[in-house]
């Protein structure tokens, strides 16, 4: 079987780590693999298929001989690094919001438009925002069956995916909460996170929207290639560690019912059905984590606007969200032979 020769940048984060883990779980044919991170991580080492890596400081790391760089350590580290991997000759999958606006750089969701993955001038792809992933695996068979024409999204984003270090506060906010002490806020979240959600997730902009909320709405049209798409978002944290849920309101160009929606989402790839509201199964967060399905359930017709539909959804944030979306384009590289 043919080899790919594989760096995980950011290598010692939350979605690093996972990166190596599902390259290892589903059997990603690797050669030569890569721990690269900044130069404070120089002295650590992380597990990848049953052995331990040495971090390589990316500063100094040569991505001559890289055929896939997975990105997940920043922003401004993927605008530094990304294009001199791609430069290099490797292609980047970026995790982070900084090429995803880019006309040139392909969104890509690979249940959704695996197509897009072959026009790639620059030899980057970006991996899209975890809450847009979420949503667009369940909303794209019902976008096949009939067009959307609006969506109105609120979001329930556990604390991963602000890092390890958003984890351990809720982790000590919580104790501190229980033990009753006062609870401090920061460093991470400007309030306490410890039972209590935060209607902020990013900074605000003139609009009065977040840029979460604002990559949600552009996203979601780019990955569509439907600019007309209408939507709004809500993106909320939540005190939960792993798992991303999401309650969807979605308004199609025709008819379809609920029963038809169940059919279309029980085949679709990447869905896995959770909809037995009088068995009280339904999506959670805590059936989503460490698992990579997206949980799609309470599917009803909305009875206020005629075409619409209710769905409640959850996935694993660092899995779906992040290191599996992005280890599944890898895949579609290591098919068509790079």
Not at 142 to 159: E, G, K, M, P
Not at 180 to 202: E, M, S, T, W, Y
Not at 205 to 217: A, I, L, N, R, S
Not at 248 to 271: D, M, W
Request: glycine content about 8%.
């Amino acid at each position: 079987m043919r080899t790919m020769n594989v760096a995980v940048v950011g290598a010692t984060g939350a979605v690093g780590r996972t990166m190596l883990d599902v390259l290892a779980q589903r059997g990603f044919p690797v050669g030569a693999v890569h721990a690269v991170a900044s130069e404070r991580s120089r002295d650590k080492r992380v597990a990848f298929a049953g052995r331990e890596l040495a971090v390589e400081p990316l500063p100094t790391f040569d991505f001559s001989g890289v055929d896939v760089a997975l990105f997940s350590a920043g922003g401004s580290t993927s605008l530094a690094h990304a294009p001199r991997a791609a430069a290099a000759g490797a292609v980047v999958v970026d995790n982070t919001s900084a090429f995803r606006r880019d006309a040139d750089v392909p969104l890509v969701v690979p249940e959704v438009n695996p197509g897009d993955v072959a026009d790639r001038p620059r030899g980057i792809i970006a991996n899209p925002n975890c809450s847009t992933i979420q949503m667009v695996v369940a909303l794209a068979p019902l976008h096949a069956h009939a067009r959307i024409r609006r969506i109105v999204v609120a979001t329930y984003q556990s604390v991963s995916g602000a890092g390890t270090r958003a984890m351990d506060e809720l982790r000590r906010t919580s104790i501190d909460a229980l033990d009753g002490k006062a609870v401090v806020a920061g460093p991470v979240f400007p309030h306490p996170i410890a039972f209590n959600c935060l209607p902020q997730i990013d900074v605000f902009e003139d609009d009065g929207y977040t840029k979460e909320e604002h990559k949600m709405m552009f996203e979601t049209r780019k990955i569509f290639h439907d600019p007309s798409i209408r939507v709004s978002a809500t993106c909320v944290r939540v005190p939960v560690l792993v798992g991303h849920a999401e309650a969807v309101n979605v308004e199609l160009e025709g008819p379809i019912s609920p029963e038809e929606a169940r059919a279309l989402l029980a085949g679709a790839p990447g869905v896995e059905l959770v909809d037995a509201p009088a068995e009280r199964r339904y999506p959670m967060q805590s059936l989503c984590a460490g698992r990579d399905p997206v949980l799609v359930g309470r599917i009803r017709r909305d009875p206020s606007r005629e075409n619409a539909l209710d769905l409640w959804i959850a996935a694993d944030n660092l899995r779906k969200g992040a290191a599996l979306n992005a280890v599944q384009i890898a895949e579609i590289l290591l098919a068509e032979g790079r």
